[in-house]
């Protein structure tokens, strides 16, 4: 990541998420991705910070407030990026956020989209396999 910032603040989320706090780390995302500096990140670091909370193995079970509220901020800058991009891995994110939400039928549509984009590029990539799977399990 070549922002400091965005560096320092990843770099704290980790700390926290090494300490066993999750509610934390989620809360320290969901401040990030609601800065007013967040959408002025290059988009491949934007893409970085989100990846690391949207694919992230969170805790199990039902989603805490705090998860919730941190994937419900990554949909801001994931539309964007989504809109602005149209990268495939960038609609699998967005579409999760979606799912965590309760959103399936803005989940599936999301799905549905980046996996068109994805065929288009390479029908035979893992992330056409990915994209399927998360649409079958709606």
Same mark, same amino acid.
């Given at each position: 990541? %070549?922002?400091?910032?965005? @560096? ?15 509610? %934390?780390? *989620?809360?320290? *995302? ?10 002025? *990140? ?6 970085? #910070? ?19 509220? @941190? ?13 602005? $991009?149209?990268?495939? %891995? ?13 959103? $399936? %039928?803005?989940?599936? #549509? ?5 996996? #068109? ?22």
């Amino acid at each position: 990541m %070549a922002n400091e910032q965005l @560096a320092t603040a990843i770099k704290r989320i980790m700390a926290l998420a090494k300490a066993g706090n999750p509610d %934390a780390v *989620y809360d320290g *995302y969901r401040a990030l991705f609601e800065s007013p500096e967040f959408l002025s *990140y290059r988009s491949q670091d934007q893409r970085q #910070a989100l990846r690391l909370m949207v694919l992230s193995k969170g805790p199990s079970g039902r989603p805490t407030p705090a998860m919730i509220e @941190a994937h419900r901020a990554a949909v801001v800058p994931l539309t964007e990026l989504v809109s602005t $991009e149209s990268e495939p %891995a960038d609609h699998e994110m967005l579409g999760i956020c979606h799912v965590l939400l309760g959103n $399936e %039928a803005a989940a599936s #549509a999301i799905f549905k989209a980046g996996l #068109a984009i994805e065929r288009e590029r390479s029908p035979q990539s893992d992330l056409c396999g990915a994209l399927m799977r998360r649409i079958s399990l709606l």
